[in-house]
Nanobody, 125 residues
Framework: QVTFTESGGGSVEVGGSLKLSCVVN???????MAWFRRTAGKEPEGVAT???????TYADSVKGRFTISRDIVKKSLYLQMNNLKPEDSADYFC????????????????????WGQGTQVTVSS
């Protein structure tokens, strides 16, 4: 069974930075990995994706501020978040997709096969 362990969330002030980590218990070199975020009453939002060929995509709301990266050896996915804003406050979780296609930030969570429990990010003004 594939498991995800997210960490790195916390409370920061506007303009601050956080780096999220997601450790997976299986090889992630050939799959699509993504970061999503969710807030109460809203659909999960795709934040960034990382494809096996190292292609990355970002939601417009985070372009230029967030960077997704991957460490195959550590089986880990990361999300560096800079210049954080109050609207970035959410529960962030990673997801994986083993099939081709749909590896972009606008893809719905339903096309990803597995995802983790999340780590909370709170940005205060």
């Amino acid at each position: 069974q594939v498991t995800f362990t997210e960490s790195g969330g916390g409370s920061v002030e506007v303009g601050g930075s956080l780096k999220l980590s997601c450790v997976v218990n299986t090889d992630i070199s050939g799959i699509c990995m993504a970061w999503f975020r969710r807030t109460a009453g809203k659909e999960p939002e795709g934040v960034a994706t990382f494809l096996h060929d190292e292609t990355t995509t970002y939601a417009d709301s985070v372009k230029g501020r967030f960077t997704i990266s991957r460490d195959i050896v550590k089986k880990s996915l990361y999300l560096q978040m800079n210049n954080l804003k109050p609207e970035d406050s959410a529960d962030y979780f990673c997801a994986a997709r083993w099939l081709d296609g749909y590896c972009f930030a606008g893809a719905p969570l339903s096309v990803f096969l597995k995802w983790g429990q999340g780590t909370q990010v709170t940005v205060s003004s």
